[in-house]
């Protein structure tokens, strides 16, 4: 494992805006004061005078996006999830979502992992508010390669995405080959006896933990699930019916997030046991970002122990 | 302004009025007070003053209008009813369920309404959005956006005045209708923004003063925008709010009211007088 490469998703957001304004001019990209952090600056550097920053005004931010929008130019619109999704949460919903403007909101600092900061800045909220916006896409990808193809389909896609990026560097997952569809969620390894659904660097944490499951014996299906909205309903129902149980795993609170989608689609469908692994409806706290995911239970110990839980629930 | 073009537009003023009280009173719901006070301003804006086709509302280099206080939907309405971009009759259909005239602007749904609004400080933000369009495309288009004195107490009016006064969109125009109520109270007594003009000032806008009844004012500060290089302008324009309906003038309580059949009547009554002078 040692020649694993890792790459934090926000880089690969910000080096993926340099390669579209390369070739799209009607791509502009707005920040509020985080370009460093976003990795929105690349994109500044690379094309100055289509980045406008707005400062420390994330309400203005949206609207400003909206906008430009409606003017017929593609908006990338960036600041840390807690801000994007949480402070301009209205702004997205009234001037954005309403209109159904072509507004695509890369919001980094999802989750625990921004580490150090704390709980002030550790957005595990986002993904529920966003998912209660009508037409509102959701896409939280897994590792760069991933990142890149959600950042390539969100352009093509006419209408608004959310757009959720770690700061942490996360293994990565994928090859060069992956091929990235909204909508489509995909199995990364066949099983009978449980599904672990997850998103974002839960993903590899998924992996690892079907892979510690099968040396006990478990065959675990891994289905990786970086379109949140809107969910695709048939790989939960197959999973659903396949192997009787599923888990689900999210760097995000579990009320209103993966495990919440996965569990509305499978009460409706093909009611089985869904165990969700998340942030258990607590704030966060400072500390490097690995050990604050240890702390919260978001590895593959913590999800393995929920595949047998949930199995015992058959 | 020569007195048969100002004569005309107060003729036209005066059938938007009709229009407001018209779609208020079938809706049993609305914003009467200040649709009325920007009845003006709008009938100005829609006749001369902003590029705009009826049978395209969507034409690519239009000039742009955003209501930002979206609750004086029926004003505009009124105003794009007689412009012909759908029937006047259609106004007393006004928050009906099965009408497209929305309660507050949608941009999808009503023809020549550019941004949906209706959430309080928003509507500048979009108005910004569309002014640096226009200059990012190096387009003419210029974009007017209409905000209440209450609206402006809203955090989010002075991230986007801030932000287009430095960016230097002299392309757009910001009016801010000056009726001194709100939902509460007197915008004094409630939570005072006042000096209206000194706050765009510090924030380095020109900002001219008029009496927003009087077409000659109106005229002459919309040419100041038009000849001002480099910043954004607002017209901090004094107006009455209910204007035109006596007992609705400067009452706190005609905000979001409709007026019952007699209230309606007396209403109609007046506006009917005020136009049928206009036309003798």
């Known amino acids: ?314 | 302004m020569d007195a048969m073009k100002k004569k005309e537009l107060q003729i036209f003023a005066a059938k938007a009025r009709i229009g407001v009280i018209e779609g208020v009173y079938n809706a049993k719901a609305g914003h009467p007070g200040g649709s009325l006070s920007i009845c003006d301003l709008l009938a100005y804006l829609y006749n001369g003053e902003m590029s705009i086709d009826a049978s395209n509302p969507r034409m690519e280099d239009r000039d742009r209008f955003v209501l930002s206080k979206g609750h004086a939907a029926p004003a505009l309405y009124a105003t794009l009813a007689l412009k012909g971009f759908f029937p006047v009759e259609d106004l007393k259909t006004l928050r009906k369920s099965d009408s497209y005239l929305q309660g507050h602007p949608n941009m999808n749904k009503i023809p020549g309404v550019d941004m949906s609004t209706g959430s309080l400080g928003q509507g500048i933000s979009a108005a910004v959005g569309m002014a640096l369009g226009a200059k990012l495309d190096k387009k003419d288009f210029r974009v007017y956006t209409v905000l209440g004195d209450g609206e402006i107490e809203e955090g989010e009016v002075w991230e986007a005045a801030m932000f287009a006064a430095n960016r230097g969109l002299d392309n757009l125009v910001a009016v801010v209708d000056y009726n001194g109520l709100q939902i509460d109270g007197t915008v004094e007594e409630v939570n005072s923004p006042y000096p209206i003009a000194d706050k765009f000032k510090a924030f380095k806008w020109n900002v001219v003063e008029i009496d927003g009844h009087d077409f000659d004012a109106i005229e002459s500060a919309l040419e100041n925008a038009r000849v001002t290089k480099g910043v954004p302008t607002c017209i901090v324009m004094k107006t009455i709010k209910g204007k035109g309906v006596s007992y609705m003038e400067n009452a706190v309580g005609w905000h979001g009211k409709a007026p019952n059949t007699e209230e309606y009547e007396q209403a109609m009554t007046e506006l009917k007088a005020a136009l049928a002078e206009l036309e003798a």
Do not use: W
């Not at chain 1, 916006?133 to 959310?162: F, K, Q, S, T, W």
């Open chain 1, 1 to 314: 494992m040692a020649d694993v490469i890792k790459c934090a998703t926000r880089d690969a957001y910000g080096k993926t805006l340099v390669e579209l304004g390369d070739k799209n001019d009607k791509i502009i990209v707005l920040d509020a004061d985080l370009a460093a952090a976003t990795k929105t600056g690349m994109f500044k550097s690379a094309h100055p005078d289509k980045f406008f920053d707005v400062g420390i005004a994330e309400a203005n931010l949206m609207g400003v996006a909206a906008g430009l929008a409606a003017t017929g130019h593609t908006v990338f619109a960036s600041s840390f999830a807690m801000f994007a999704a949480g402070r301009a949460f209205e702004q997205i919903r009234n001037s954005i979502g309403y209109p159904h403007l072509n507004v695509k909101i890369g919001a980094t600092h999802a989750g625990i992992s921004v580490g150090e900061d704390g709980a002030s800045h550790q957005c595990c909220e986002d993904i529920a508010l966003m998912r209660t916006i009508p037409g509102m896409v959701i896409l939280n990808p897994a590792d760069d390669i991933e990142a890149r193809a959600c950042v390539l389909a969100a352009v093509e896609h006419d209408g608004p995405v959310y757009m959720r990026f770690g700061r942490l560097a996360v293994p990565r997952v994928f090859d060069e080959s992956y091929k990235f569809e909204i909508g489509k969620g995909n199995v990364l390894v066949e099983g009978t006896d449980a599904t672990i659904i997850a998103s974002g660097l839960m993903v590899n944490e998924a992996l690892m933990a079907a892979e510690s499951l099968k040396a006990e014996g478990i065959s675990t299906r891994v289905v990786n699930m970086a379109t949140i909205k809107p969910i695709d309903r048939d790989i939960i129902i197959d999973s659903a019916k396949k192997t009787g149980v599923i888990v689900t795993a999210e760097e995000h609170n579990i009320i209103g997030g993966l495990g919440s989608a996965v569990t509305e689609v499978v009460c409706e469908t093909v009611p089985v046991p869904v165990v969700r692994v998340g942030v258990n409806d607590v704030f966060g706290k400072s500390g490097p970002a690995v050990e604050l995911l240890h702390i919260y239970g978001l590895d593959a110990k913590n999800i393995a122990e929920n595949v047998k839980k949930a199995i015992a629930l058959k």
